[in-house]
């Protein structure tokens, strides 16, 4: 196949030089009734187009989309990709169903991102949660060990199989071909969540894609460092461990009927640049992040992650593309430190948490963006410096008690109560601090006075929260038994 080729983006531009009548939706015709304020990007809405003779159909692609699917296919080293236009959330959804029927268990680390929870209420799964390492120097999790794989598979010998991150969103990688080779031993398949890890392929200073490893699905969220538009995503299928047809039935039940075509036209046109201009532009940002990275180390009171702090179990390998900056010498949180930096020296990090900053350096970084940011961080270094060191942030609860089911919580009757009362009682809603996106609590899950003290510490930093229907935290939504 000829990678210089993008089918779905050359259909739409034919299309739109046809010069047709248009009498179908999308309503504002390709960009004449937009509001005014988005007149200027006319150019780009004339491929806001539908299921039209010439452009295929995403839920039965036997076209320009079933070509472009194929060519990601044939880059990334998959039997067969599919083109998500619901994010990465819906490629963990949809491989979650076709993996576990209600009561079945699935293999997850405790990180995971909130996105599998859709999946197991979709699905009815159990899910047997993981602890992965912890690097106490950041306070963050990193990945799963091999020997704490090994157990959960010797124990849960009927799981339909294990899912992993690779990376975090951290940028930390554990041993992966050696936790897929636990798994495949006892013929159970590895489905990656490689949301931030699209690039992986294209530069050998990267860590090894997740593919390449052996797992038997990943993942990727082509526009957090593919260069596609954001909710843009691919879910790729290798072997025969998960079923192709339930993973795409799967896909068909969660996707948007109306897919969009500038989502699916910029995954076509993502993939040709990586695979054209891939290993240029990224040379580009893994130079400018070891520049970025050597003036920082330098800075006293801010701690880079990096090598010396990896090389054990369930922490391998480290993006540098993406930098984990701690500030807690500073006597700062990495939740201020973000607010300073965007408030006075116009920088915008990707994440900031009790401890850290990170920093994302991608294929569209600047050097004035770089420049921005040492010259951000060397102020706050010298404004703050010399202050007392951070306090140490509780320790996270030990893991709830599962007493039901994310799917029977989900559907079980339930109240509000106030949080100081809910000791004792089942989670009816998932509770996670954003970003990173990780629950601390799932439905279903007994919530434990530990708990309590700790999303008491949470509410008192005003900390962002998702999911519950009190974001406050003043009180959680419980199961009625």
Not at 148 to 158: D, R, T
Not at 295 to 319: K, N, V, Y
Request: hydrophobic letters at 40%; aromatic letters at 6%; charged letters at 20%.
């Amino acid at each position: 196949m000829n990678q210089q080729e993008a089918p779905l983006l050359a259909a739409l531009y034919a299309h739109c030089a046809r010069d047709y009548a248009h009498l179908h939706v999308p309503a504002h015709r390709q960009g004449e009734a937009v509001f005014p304020e988005w007149q200027g990007v006319k150019e780009i809405l004339q491929l806001d187009l539908t299921e039209l003779p010439g452009l295929d159909d995403l839920h039965r692609p036997e076209g320009v989309i079933a070509r472009a699917q194929a060519l990601a296919a044939e880059l990334f080293g998959a039997g067969q990709t599919f083109f998500l236009v619901n994010g990465s959330t819906v490629g963990i959804t949809a491989l979650l169903l076709a993996l576990c029927r209600p009561g079945e268990e699935i293999l997850l680390p405790r990180n995971a991102h909130r996105a599998v929870l859709g999946g197991l209420i979709f699905s009815g799964a159990k899910p047997v949660f993981l602890e992965p390492v912890v690097l106490e120097e950041f306070g963050i999790a990193a990945g799963l060990t091999p020997r704490a794989v090994a157990g959960a598979l010797e124990k849960h010998p009927l799981a339909k199989g294990l899912l992993v991150i690779h990376p975090t969103y951290y940028g930390i990688t554990g041993d992966l071909p050696r936790l897929v080779g636990l798994a495949h031993r006892v013929n159970k398949p590895v489905v990656a969540d490689e949301a931030h890890g699209v690039h992986f392929p294209f530069h050998e200073g990267l860590p090894p894609p997740a593919l390449q490893c052996g797992v038997d699905a990943a993942v990727q969220s082509m526009h957090k460092m593919g260069g596609s538009l954001t909710q843009s995503s691919l879910l790729h299928l290798k072997g025969n461990r998960v079923d192709v047809q339930k993973t795409a039935r799967a896909l068909s039940l969660l996707q948007s009927s109306s897919p969009s075509y500038l989502l699916l036209a910029s995954l076509d046109g993502a993939r040709r640049q990586l695979a054209t201009k891939g290993r240029e532009m990224l040379e580009r940002a893994v130079s400018l992040a070891r520049e970025v990275r050597q003036i920082l180390s330098r800075l006293p009171g801010i701690t880079l992650l990096g090598e010396e702090h990896l090389g054990r179990p369930g922490a391998h390998g480290l993006d540098p593309t993406r930098l984990v900056v701690s500030v807690r010498s500073l006597g700062l949180t990495g939740y201020q430190a973000a607010r300073i930096l965007a408030r006075e020296y116009r920088v915008q990090v990707e994440m900031a948490d009790y401890y850290n900053l990170v920093v994302v350096v991608g294929i569209g970084t600047t050097r004035r963006d770089c420049h921005l940011l040492v010259r951000g961080l060397q102020e706050l270094v010298r404004r703050e410096g010399g202050r007392q060191p951070l306090g140490a942030c509780p320790e996270l609860p030990p893991l709830p008690l599962a007493r039901l089911t994310p799917r029977q919580a989900w559907l079980a009757p339930s109240r509000p109560l106030p949080l100081r009362e809910c000791a004792g009682h089942i989670c009816a809603e998932w509770v996670n601090v954003s970003p990173p996106g990780i629950p601390l609590l799932y439905p279903g899950e007994e919530i434990g006075p530990e708990m309590v003290e700790y999303l008491q510490w949470v509410r008192n930093l005003s900390l962002f929260v998702q999911g519950p229907e009190d974001p406050g935290l003043a009180s959680l939504r419980v199961v009625v038994c």
